[in-house]
Every structure is written in C-alpha cells, then in structure tokens.
C-alpha cells in the first residue's frame, strides 16, 4: 500500500475529492448547486446539527422544529441552550404560520417528513422561505432518505430555491451506505461557511482523512451510484411487502400514510386499538415495534406506529405482520 505522504493535519472542511464528489452528487441528484469549497464534511448529520446550532445561537434564543419531529435534533438544540418551541405539521409539512415570530433558526425535514412521511409542498416552502428572509432566520434543511425515491418526481430542495442564502442543507451516508461510517455534510450558507469551519477546528480539528478519500473514490468511479441503484431495488421489495400487508391483512386496523420517498413508513391506528396495547401484544411474540406518540411534544399524537425496513428482509416483514394481523382480533377485543 503506498502512503499518502507525510501525515499532516488536513483541512477542517474535509478532503477535497470528497467535498468535490459530494458537490457533484448533490448537483446531478438534488439539484443542489455548490462548488466543491461550498461543501463541509461532518461527522454525520447530528455533527452538521450541532455545528449549526453552535454558531447561530445563543442562550434563550428561539429555535423551532417540527410536532412530531425528530428527537434528536430537539436535544442537540436544546444542549445549546435554546429556547426549543415544537410547530405542528399537517398534510403539507410544517405550518409556517405557526411559527414564533422571533425564532432564530427553523430545523425541518421537507423531503420527506420525519416520522410522518410526507413531503413539504411547493408552496409551504416558498411561505418559508419568504418568512425566514424577512427575520434573517436559518433553515436547517435535513435531506435524509432522499435518495431513496419510489413514486413521482422528485421535490426541488429548499437549497436549491433559497435566493438569498439561509438555508444550511445537511445529508448523510449514514442511510445509504451504513452508520458505522461516520460520514455526513453540508452546504450552509456562504455567510456561516468560515465560522464553521473555525468551530469544526476548535472540536476535533478534521474527519479520518483515510475513509474520506476512500468514500470519495467509490463515489467518483460510479460505485456509490451503482450502489443506490441496487439498494433501490432492494427497499422498493421491502416496501412494496409493507404495503401490501398495511392495505390488505392489516387494512381493518391501520391507516398508512404513504411516503414518496425513505426507509420507513408510518401508519395510524384505527380505534378502538391503541399504541400501548399493540406494541405489547407484539412484543410478547417478539416483534419490536415503535409508536409515533414519543415523537410529539405539544401536539395531541395521532396513534399510530413507525415501521422502518432499512435492516429487515422482505421475508422477515412478511412473517412478522402475518403473525400481527393474527393477533390484533384478540387485542381488539380487550380493548
């Protein structure tokens, strides 16, 4: 194997190649334009996250996410101290008009609503858009799953309708390739780009220039598209047994919200059923399920469950909603 070179410290901002495949990713895929210096490598979206957070906000100052949401981002801005105010959703993604009037930076997930599913629409972002510029406010723009899409075309990104530089688009290879990896980034606004860069440098200095350079060297050569292509497929099974379970043997007691996009799929209860109850008949056949009532804050929770086929094979979501739809008659009559 023969060495880089004599080993330095590398630039907080990431590999070149890597920046340069990412921009290039990002521009053929999303319709996202930047340079290859307009890219920062992190160590994951939650890094992205974090940095963010970090150099937009104070102390009391107002940040918003979405009700229901993502928990995670919830704690990383609360962590800075922020004044967290949850803003509820409906059938076109966050409702703008929610929103407090002083927040500072607005955290969202517009290609795909996490949990729910759904995509923001054209005309929600355009209102957000518009609402942030008058307030100097921030968009976090989180894209995760977007490369997994299975029906329509694809949304335009905030980022790539953001005149007026505000938006902080983040992704992550976390979903498309695995977790493990440790790899994610973002394309923040010009007017960020030098302060997060010094406050990545002040935290860990840089990523693992190894793995980076390896990364950029699958995507570059065609791997990485090679591999979404073959992933594609494989949760487009995955998803497609999901459904058919959801509107046939489970029809009677679930309600699925249908995503264009991503590796999970929600799906709301029917009455009399409850989330509680579900999740425990289930586990006691050991099928671990997630209820949608731990990602809301303010909002009354829409019973309902969260069901992810990222790490779970066709066959293994067949056998386990067959033995589930045996048992909601009895969990339907203790109810």
């Not at 940040?63 to 076109?92: H, Q, S």
């Not at 860990?204 to 570059?220: E, I, Y």
Request: with cysteine.
């Amino acid at each position: 194997m023969q060495s880089r070179g004599r080993g330095t410290y590398r630039d907080a901002a990431g590999e070149q190649e890597l920046r340069l495949a990412i921009s290039r990713y990002l521009a053929f895929n999303r319709a996202v334009a930047s340079n290859w210096e307009d890219v920062i490598v992190t160590q994951g979206a939650q890094h992205a996250l974090d940095l963010i957070a970090r150099v937009t906000l104070r102390p009391g100052d107002v940040a918003a996410i979405e009700d229901p949401g993502y928990p995670p981002a919830r704690a990383c801005l609360t962590a800075v101290g922020a004044k967290v105010v949850a803003v509820p959703v409906d059938a076109e993604g966050l409702i703008v008009s929610k929103l407090p009037k002083h927040a500072r930076l607005v955290y969202v997930t517009p290609s795909h609503q996490f949990p729910l599913g759904m995509p923001m629409s054209l005309a929600r972002r355009v209102e957000l858009l518009e609402w942030a510029q008058q307030r100097d406010a921030v968009i976090i723009e989180d894209d995760y799953d977007c490369e997994y899409r299975f029906e329509g075309r694809p949304m335009e990104p905030l980022k790539s309708l953001d005149r007026t530089g505000l938006v902080a688009y983040v992704g992550t290879f976390s979903k498309t390739i695995f977790p493990e990896l440790r790899v994610g980034y973002m394309v923040p606004p010009a007017s960020l780009f030098d302060t997060l860069c010094k406050a990545r440098q002040i935290g860990d200095w840089h990523g693992c220039s190894l793995t980076q350079t390896a990364l950029s060297s699958f995507m570059l050569n065609g791997d990485f598209a090679k591999h979404l292509k073959r992933m594609h497929k494989l949760y487009a099974a995955r998803r497609a047994s999901l459904l058919a379970h959801l509107q046939g043997d489970l029809a009677r007691w679930f309600e699925p919200i249908v995503p264009t996009a991503g590796i999970h799929m929600a799906a709301l209860l029917k009455a009399p059923l409850t989330e509680a109850a579900v999740i425990e008949a289930a586990r006691d056949e050991s099928i671990a399920l997630h209820g949608l009532a731990p990602f809301y804050v303010r909002a009354t929770p829409q019973p309902g469950l969260v069901f992810g086929y990222g790490g779970i094979e066709a066959e293994q979501i067949d056998t386990a909603l067959a033995t589930l739809a045996k048992l909601l008659p009895r969990v339907e009559s203790r109810t």
